[in-house]
């Protein structure tokens, strides 16, 4: 069978077309994750809608929820003795309350960018004398490789690896934004890699409690202009339903293996994101029975807490209120290369597609 | 004696051998041999003169190794200019411990690319650092070349109507780097371009004297390189995603990584601004050479949006190509 190919132009335009044929009503779409606002922009998709749809982007960046408290807690473990501080690349440039851990490295904190924690697991093999910290930022989707890495630590007794979780859960953001009440939306395209963990059936409250339709989507420019096309169409028709038209990925209930892995290290507890405060029950903590690898227990240590950067407002774009252009840091004082908040650091984060997509030009 | 200590790069006894066994053996030339404290030559003409280190880690990699890379680099930076490329120099700095069989294996390949070249190498210079210091190996080289007359081709020279052609696929050199980084456990098999551009170029501006730009897009990848060449020149620069030439695995791992092939360092391709009605002449010549056998045009010059790149996409949107922010690989040259 030929593989469908999810960015043919061709197949885009029809759509298109289909859109600007149904498309009425002033519609508000949120996008929940970070990858379909920076495919967005990177696909020009934007251009091409119809003007009375408005996509506003969402919460859904690991590196721009996390609290700047936990930040701070990273970079004060990279200067522990003898510790290897394992981490995604997008975590290296956030700006804590008094530098980042590009700035402790070029200090001399030993910071190694991986890309999945079992490259961490094996820093802490090759280096027995030191303690390896994997700094574990992420939603449903990371949650279980971190799981494992721990499960194999556990299994071949690697005593020197400790994952530090600032891991978060998305249907507790989903469900405060729409609380929050601050923006008015018409539809949500859901997350497509978070849903093949946790399942399409997860996002059922949202049509049934909140009154708004969704749409699990992937993320080529196929997969997003059809989860646009269906918002739009069950906005029009009055339906509230979710609809998954990431088949090739996502099932109603998800990846049991997956979720699995995380209820056996993890449980849920009630965490601090930026931007939307203290959710219950939204944080995942590692179970007492693996405790010995969680580094919080490990290292506790006494992290101040500190205002947000004068200015910032990445409080406010994370929760879809404004987009990064009312900001007044945004491009001015605040770019990728000199990041003030997290918005503009993370490849998922909304500043840093608006400004690299040229979205505010 | 298998490894390098300290007193190779003392100057004394252990320096001379280094010298005479390894780099006398593969550079040997009339002007290196006279061994005095400068390279002595007459020449004349404009000159081009230019400087590049290289730290590239690993210093092996698919495609090639750090010295095919610093003949290579310093050769293209002249050739860019125009320039055919005559003398280069070269500067070691060794870490403490380094294996003698790998340098020798570098001043091969040195060799190697400087005989493709047809440049030679006529002074040099080696220090080693203590253990820790220093990663391996770190080359510099330096470059003299000659422009010829009527020759005119510099950054700030692209005007409204030009066509922009790219040498060849984007994106190679960055890759082949990233799948070697042990901490990847990347399968692949993407080799690096690295590549002397100059006997092409000299083809080039004999066929079209016209040529207003040449500059080889290494770090920062293609978008970065047209960004500088739109502000230098003040006009803008507007190129077609479905004309950018990307093999597929480089595609595939830039899918992946989610990086973007246009941000992708290349050592071994060029991009050329020239005259609309010269494109056919100039694509002819080009695609004679083994390294421009995939040259094609890939976007315009425009009068409007002046210092600024904008990309078609696929869908036929139009977005900003804004230069390379962050680094997303340090130490790929």
Redesign the interface.
Do not use: C, M, Q, W
């Given at each position: 069978m030929e593989r469908l190919n999810y960015?043919s132009?061709e197949i885009?335009?029809k759509i298109?077309d289909e859109i600007h044929l149904y498309s009425h009503k002033d519609t508000a779409i949120m996008e929940f994750c970070g990858t379909h606002t920076h495919s967005r922009?990177?696909?020009?998709?934007?251009?091409?809608l119809p003007k009375n749809i408005n996509m506003i982007s969402g919460p859904g960046c690991p590196v721009c929820v996390t609290d700047n408290k936990d930040i701070d807690y990273c970079i004060a473990l990279s200067s522990l003795p003898d510790v290897i501080i394992a981490t995604f690349?997008d975590m290296v440039?956030v700006p804590g309350s008094y530098k980042s851990l590009q700035e402790a490295k070029a200090d001399g904190s030993d910071i190694?960018?991986?890309?999945s924690s079992i490259?961490a697991l094996?820093?802490a093999k090759e280096n027995p004398y030191k303690k390896v910290i994997f700094l574990g930022v992420g939603f449903e989707t990371t949650a279980p490789t971190v799981a494992a890495s721990i499960i194999e630590a556990e299994k071949n007794g690697i005593n020197n690896y400790f994952v530090y979780s600032m891991h978060k859960l998305t249907p507790p953001a989903m469900k405060a934004i729409l609380d929050l009440g601050e923006v008015n939306l018409n539809g949500i395209l859901g997350p497509g890699h978070v849903s093949t963990v946790i399942g399409w059936k997860s996002w059922e409250f949202v049509p049934l409690e909140y009154k708004i339709p969704v749409v699990v989507a992937g993320f080529d420019?196929v997969d997003i202009l059809l989860g646009v096309f269906i918002l739009v169409k069950m906005y029009e028709d009055n339906k509230l339903e979710v609809a998954n038209t990431y088949i090739r990925a996502v099932k109603p209930f998800g990846n049991s293996y997956a979720l699995n892995l995380i209820d056996e290290v993890f449980e849920k507890e009630d965490t601090s994101w930026r931007g939307l405060g203290e959710l219950p029950q939204s944080g995942l903590k590692i179970k007492d029975k693996y405790k010995r690898f969680d580094a919080k227990v490990r290292f506790p240590l006494d992290v101040p807490s500190t205002p947000k950067p004068k200015g910032c407002r990445c409080d406010e774009v994370i929760r879809g209120v404004i987009a990064p252009l009312e900001c007044p840091l945004f491009k001015t004082v605040c770019?990728?290369?000199q990041p003030i908040g997290p918005c503009m650091v993370s490849?998922e984060g909304t500043c840093s597609a608006y400004?690299?997509?040229?979205g505010g030009? | 004696m298998n490894q390098i200590l300290l007193s190779h790069g003392s100057g004394g006894k252990l320096t001379h051998q280094l010298i005479k066994d390894i780099f006398i053996k593969y550079f040997d030339n009339p002007i290196l041999s006279q061994m005095n404290d400068s390279a002595v030559f007459s020449t004349s003409g404009k000159l081009a003169f230019t400087t590049d280190s290289y730290v590239v880690n690993p210093i092996f990699f698919p495609g090639g190794d750090i010295g095919k890379l610093a003949v290579n680099g310093t050769v293209n930076d002249l050739s860019m200019m125009g320039a055919k490329p005559i003398y280069i120099s070269t500067g070691f700095i060794i870490e403490e411990g380094f294996s003698i069989e790998e340098l020798e294996k570098v001043a091969r390949s040195i060799k190697e690319a400087s005989e493709e070249a047809e440049v030679e190498i006529v002074t040099g210079d080696t220090k080693v650092v203590e253990r820790g210091k220093a990663d391996k190996l770190f080359i510099n080289t330096s470059g003299i070349g000659i422009i010829p007359e009527e020759i005119d081709i510099r950054g700030d020279n692209a005007r409204p109507g030009d066509a922009v052609i790219v040498s060849g696929t984007i994106g190679d050199h960055g890759i082949a780097i990233l799948s070697q980084r042990k901490?990847?456990?990347f399968s692949t098999v993407i080799k690096s371009d690295t590549a002397p551009l100059n006997k092409m170029v000299e083809g080039m501006i004999r066929a079209v004297k016209e040529i207003h730009v040449l500059r080889d897009p290494t770090r920062g990848g293609l978008a970065t390189t047209l960004n500088e060449i739109a502000k230098a020149s003040s006009v803008g620069i507007e190129i077609s995603e479905?004309e950018i030439p990307v093999s597929a695995p480089v595609e595939n791992a830039c899918n992946l990584?989610?990086l973007d092939p246009l941000y992708i360092a290349n050592e071994g391709k060029l991009v050329a601004i020239v005259p609309r009605d010269k494109v056919e002449e100039l694509l002819e010549v080009m695609r004679k050479f083994l390294y421009g056998k995939e040259a094609k045009v890939i976007g315009e010059v425009t009068q409007g949006h002046p210092q600024?790149v904008l990309l078609r996409?696929?869908?036929?949107?139009?977005?900003?190509?804004?230069m390379l922010?962050?680094d997303?690989l340090p130490r790929i040259c």
């Open positions: 960015n132009p885009a335009k298109l922009f990177k696909f020009g998709i934007k251009e091409l690349g440039r190694k960018i991986v890309y490259d094996n820093i420019a770019s990728p290369a490849s400004y690299l997509y040229g030009r | 901490d990847l456990h479905s990584l989610g600024t996409t696929r869908l036929g949107a139009h977005r900003i190509l804004d922010t962050g997303p």
